[in-house]
């Protein structure tokens, strides 16, 4: 276990003596702290915490989303907006230190998730008063006048939570302050404010006639969709970890083109990109060039790690390897277009290619993706045959051979990709070292020594 550092125990007990000194106010006496209602909102939050601590209920009820996921925000932002600052403080606490902690250190993580919603809530509050929240007696009728307020109240307890976790980040990673807070406010605040707008609900039914009872009808559709989210997560997750360990598989029998497969993926979502792909597509893409080489599991290993030249029936055998990785993967269903371009991606524009010898638009237009970053990739990367190419040499390559190799889209696309972008070239070889570099006269792209990805 990594112990966490000193900095962030500093970090943490500052946070933690911040909560304390925000709640004080409500315990203080004359206090004006509408306990009723605290007390309700406090054990609402506390009891939809209280599952995910069962490891089978929590699996079962999505106790297994990701701790910060803010499933139960709602619940928060309604105190934020129905108590004074301090009270909507006291709400936070017990829900925060009884989170389930996949993790050790299990005290510093719970005191952590206290602390930083407690200070989370206390900015919503503070906001939503400032801009002049409902009084607690107002009617149902209130709820256009508390719209502005409950939206300023989100993104307060957005801005704050993701500025604390940032601050956590580079103190307990050790992460650079721009890398700690890079995407965290992207990322947050779409379901803050989304999370603002059912505890806005959750405010005016409290507040109606129909009282605590009907506030918490509100909450079912918001923890289903959260259940709903946690299946998918854990969904993409199994993809992923299939993906990993096929990769793993093939690096571990091929290792001269280890971190290969990775760098193709995000080659051809490079080009995806240009392309205008987006969403699922894009994942597609990447999935196929991750997987482009399943199929050398099926090729020999004397083969794969021949030095010298391949002989015309092991260049044979090596072809096939397409055709071997489609019969592995052609049973994922989640890959889709992706199996169709590990089996075609070595096929060219001009039909010589294999195996089918497809041409032009009969080749699927992820294959020509994959082919494309699968050629960039193998002539930058110093290989045991083969030295790596500069990269303005490698696209000078592409470019010749598009029309008759490659489709010219996409070689175009990984040109324009890499003049914004760039690429960091890296060595396959057993033997890790530096970029060697390339020879005077590169020499064409197809008679390659051995079968080039």
């Known amino acids: 276990m990594k112990p966490l550092p000193r900095t962030a125990r500093a970090y943490i007990v500052c946070a933690a003596l911040g909560a304390g000194a925000c709640a004080l106010p ?60 301090a009270a909507a403080v006291l709400t936070a606490l017990p829900g925060g230190l009884l989170a389930r902690v996949d993790e050790p250190p299990a005290r510093w993580r719970r005191t952590w998730r206290a602390a930083a919603t407690a200070l989370a809530v206390w900015a919503a509050a503070h906001t939503a008063a400032a801009l002049d929240a409902p009084a607690p007696g107002a009617p149902a009728g209130a709820l256009p006048h508390a719209l502005l307020p409950a939206l300023g109240a989100a993104l307060a307890f957005c801005l704050v939570l993701t500025a604390l976790d940032g601050g956590i980040r580079a103190t307990a990673d050790g992460l ?24 806005l609900m959750m405010a005016v039914l409290w507040r109606s006639p129909h009282g605590p009872a009907a506030a918490l009808l509100v909450l079912l559709p918001m923890y289903l969709s959260c259940w709903v989210f946690a299946q998918y997560h854990h969904e993409r997750a199994a993809h992923q970890a299939t993906i990993r360990a096929l990769v793993q598989a093939v690096d571990i029998k091929d290792s001269y083109t280890r971190g290969h497969s990775e760098r193709v993926g995000h ?119 083969s030295r790596a190419r500069p990269v303005a040499t490698a696209l000078a390559e592409l470019e ?25 070239t890296a060595v396959t070889a057993d033997e890790a070292g530096t970029q060697v570099p390339a020879p005077r006269a590169p020499g064409p792209l197809a008679p390659q020594p051995k079968e080039p990805a």
């Open 26 to 85: 409500a315990l203080l006496p004359p206090s004006p702290t509408p306990w009723a209602t605290a007390g309700l909102l406090a054990a609402l939050y506390a009891l939809c915490e209280l599952p995910a601590r069962c490891r089978l209920l929590g699996r079962s009820a999505g106790g297994s989303v990701p701790m910060g996921t803010g499933s139960f925000y709602p619940v928060l932002l309604a105190a934020a907006l129905l108590l004074p600052p």
């Open 176 to 199: 650079p302050p721009r890398a700690a807070w890079r995407g965290l406010l992207g990322r947050a605040l779409a379901p803050h404010l989304v999370h603002g707008l059912v505890g």
């Open 267 to 385: 080659a051809s979502v490079l080009i995806a990109r240009e392309l205008g792909m987006d969403g699922d597509r894009l994942d597609t893409v990447r999935f196929a060039g991750i997987l482009h080489d399943v199929g050398k599991l099926g090729v020999p290993t004397r083969v794969l790690r021949k030095d010298g030249p391949l002989t015309p029936e092991e260049r044979r055998i090596i072809e096939l390897h397409p055709e071997y990785g489609h019969e592995m993967v052609r049973g994922i269903g989640f890959l889709g277009e992706a199996r169709a371009a590990v089996l075609h991606h070595h096929e060219r524009i001009d039909g010589t290619g294999y195996p089918y010898g497809l041409r032009g638009e009969e080749i699927p237009e992820c294959a020509r993706v994959v082919a494309v970053a699968d050629a960039f990739d193998a002539m930058t990367s110093t290989r045991s045959y």
């Open 400 to 424: 010749r051979c598009a029309g008759s190799h490659f489709d010219p889209r996409m070689v175009a696309a990984l040109v324009r990709a890499l003049d914004r972008w760039g690429w960091r």
